[in-house]
């Protein structure tokens, strides 16, 4: 049977791609619940909450952490099932980028300029690139064993899925912590910490998701 019959079969296969998403969703709920957990245990959220939820910048923060969560994760669910179009689900992503390129803008004007590098920097900068993927290491995991009982055409853009939607479902929980909230310092130390668990994702899937 060639490739393509075998993927074509698959695609068709309703109970295996309804398993495929019960799966994904049983991993996620149970893998951002440890995270939370685990974030809940350690670090905690931050002191001054709710004052802070009430500025545009925490709300700004929140957001596009939770929007490119939710995209990244309708990527995943499709990404998994063979023969199945991914691109209308990839295109999802543009919403979040498009809110972060607007809220590095909004700053920017809001800002003085000799101001921007300390906006950039921040004061957890470093904790922040090492946290995030620790609390991306669940996600990522249930992701990945659930994507094994699907059968990605390409592991790696497969895994790379995962580890976007692992990394960005960790900085939408170390958000509520995160004292630095200039949309400068999310564009930058936020994103660098979210390619890096994409990046493992990518890697890790090229491996373990083969068929």
Known sequence: MKTEELIGLLAQDAPAGASLGERLARALVVAVGVSALLMLATIGLRPEL??????????????????????????????????????????????????????????????????????????????????IPVLALAPLAGLLWALRSGAPESPGLAGAAAGLAAGALAASLYAWHC????????????????????????????RLLRW
Request: aromatic letters at 10%; charged letters at 10%; glycine letters at 10%.
């Open 50 to 131: 709710l004052a802070a939820l009430g500025t545009a910048r925490v709300l700004f923060k929140i957001a596009f952490t939770l929007l490119l969560a939710a995209s990244a994760c309708a990527v995943v669910f499709r990404v998994g099932m063979p023969g199945l179009p991914v691109g209308a689900r990839a295109r999802l992503l543009v919403a979040p980028l498009l809110l972060l390129c607007g809220g590095v803008v909004a700053e920017l004007v809001a800002v003085p300029r000799d101001a921007w590098a300390a906006s950039l920097t921040g004061q957890n900068a470093a904790f922040c690139l090492f946290f």
């Open 179 to 206: 004292p630095d909230d200039s949309p400068l310092f999310v564009a930058t130390w936020y994103v660098i910490a979210m390619a890096f668990v994409t990046l493992a994702g990518g890697a890790i899937g090229r």
